[in-house]
C-alpha cells in the first residue's frame, strides 16, 4: 500500500492534480473538500454544521472531519493505496490519521506539498468562483482561507518534514508541467499502472 498526502495552500492545484493522480496510479481518493459538499449539498445536520465554518473561509471542527475520513478509509479496504487531498490541515488532523494508518499496520510514505505565490492563488479562485458557483471562491473569503492555511495549516508541513516525509514541488506552472513534477516524486514509491 502507498499513501501519499497533497498539500498546499487553497487553490494550489490539489484538487486538479489528485485527478491526474488517481488516473495514472489507482489510487483512491479522499478529497475532505469534496466529502463536506456532497453533505452540504445533501443537507445533512453534519453539512449543515460544515457550510457555517466553509461559507466564513474556516476549517471545519477536526472531529467532523476525522470521524469522515475513518468510515471513508474502511470502505476501501482493497486499495493499492490513497491520495490525501485537503487533509489534514491541522496537526490533531495529521496525529489522528498517523493513529488510523497505524491501525491498519500502514503509514504515510510520501508528502507533496504544491508551493505557489498568493497573488496566483488569489487570481485562480477568482478565476473559479466566476463559474463554479462556490460560496466561498470570493475575494473576502479566500482572503480568510488563506489566513487560515498560514494559522493552522502551514504548521502540518513542518510536522512531516521532521518526518522526512515532505517534498516541495512548483505549483505554478502549466497543470501539465506540475504534474510531470510530482510524479518524478511519486515513481521514486510506486510506478504507473
Ligand atoms: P478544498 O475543497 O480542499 O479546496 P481548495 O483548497 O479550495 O482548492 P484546491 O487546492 O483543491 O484547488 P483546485 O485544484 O480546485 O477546501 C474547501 C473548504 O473545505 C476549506 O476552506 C474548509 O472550510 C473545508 N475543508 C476541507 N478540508 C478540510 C479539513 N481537512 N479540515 C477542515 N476543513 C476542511 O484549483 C483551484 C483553481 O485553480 C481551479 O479553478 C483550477 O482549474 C485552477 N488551477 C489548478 N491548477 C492550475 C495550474 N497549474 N494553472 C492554472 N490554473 C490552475
Same mark, same amino acid.
Given at each position: 500500500m502507498f499513501n501519499l498526502i497533497l498539500f &498546499? @495552500? @487553497? &487553490?494550489?492545484g490539489k484538487g486538479t492534480q489528485s485527478e491526474n493522480i488517481v488516473r495514472h496510479y489507482r489510487l483512491h481518493h479522499i478529497s475532505t473538500g469534496d466529502l463536506l459538499r456532497d453533505e452540504v449539498s445533501r443537507q445533512t445536520p453534519l453539512g449543515v454544521e460544515a457550510k457555517k465554518y466553509m461559507d466564513q473561509g474556516l476549517l471545519v471542527p477536526d472531529e467532523v472531519v476525522i470521524g469522515m475520513i475513518s468510515s471513508k478509509i474502511d470502505?476501501? +479496504?482493497?486499495?493499492?493505496g490513497f491520495i490525501f487531498d485537503g487533509? +489534514?490541515?491541522t496537526r490533531a488532523q495529521a496525529e489522528a490519521l498517523d493513529k488510523l494508518l497505524e491501525f491498519k499496520n500502514t503509514q504515510i510514505h510520501l508528502v507533496l506539498s504544491l508551493e505557489v505565490p498568493e497573488e496566483e492563488l488569489m487570481r485562480r479562485l477568482l478565476g473559479r468562483g466566476e463559474t463554479s &458557483?462556490?460560496?466561498?471562491?470570493?475575494e473576502e473569503v479566500i482572503n480568510k482561507r488563506v489566513k487560515e492555511y498560514k494559522a493552522k495549516t502551514e504548521p502540518v508541513a513542518s510536522y512531516y518534514n521532521a518526518h522526512g516525509k515532505l517534498e516541495r514541488v512548483? &505549483?505554478?506552472?502549466?497543470i501539465d508541467d506540475t504534474f510531470k513534477s510530482l510524479s518524478k516524486e511519486i515513481d521514486k514509491y510506486l510506478l504507473p499502472v
Amino acid at each position: 500500500m502507498f499513501n501519499l498526502i497533497l498539500f &498546499g @495552500p @487553497p &487553490g494550489s492545484g490539489k484538487g486538479t492534480q489528485s485527478e491526474n493522480i488517481v488516473r495514472h496510479y489507482r489510487l483512491h481518493h479522499i478529497s475532505t473538500g469534496d466529502l463536506l459538499r456532497d453533505e452540504v449539498s445533501r443537507q445533512t445536520p453534519l453539512g449543515v454544521e460544515a457550510k457555517k465554518y466553509m461559507d466564513q473561509g474556516l476549517l471545519v471542527p477536526d472531529e467532523v472531519v476525522i470521524g469522515m475520513i475513518s468510515s471513508k478509509i474502511d470502505e476501501s +479496504p482493497d486499495a493499492r493505496g490513497f491520495i490525501f487531498d485537503g487533509f +489534514p490541515r491541522t496537526r490533531a488532523q495529521a496525529e489522528a490519521l498517523d493513529k488510523l494508518l497505524e491501525f491498519k499496520n500502514t503509514q504515510i510514505h510520501l508528502v507533496l506539498s504544491l508551493e505557489v505565490p498568493e497573488e496566483e492563488l488569489m487570481r485562480r479562485l477568482l478565476g473559479r468562483g466566476e463559474t463554479s &458557483g462556490r460560496s466561498d471562491d470570493n475575494e473576502e473569503v479566500i482572503n480568510k482561507r488563506v489566513k487560515e492555511y498560514k494559522a493552522k495549516t502551514e504548521p502540518v508541513a513542518s510536522y512531516y518534514n521532521a518526518h522526512g516525509k515532505l517534498e516541495r514541488v512548483k &505549483g505554478d506552472n502549466s497543470i501539465d508541467d506540475t504534474f510531470k513534477s510530482l510524479s518524478k516524486e511519486i515513481d521514486k514509491y510506486l510506478l504507473p499502472v
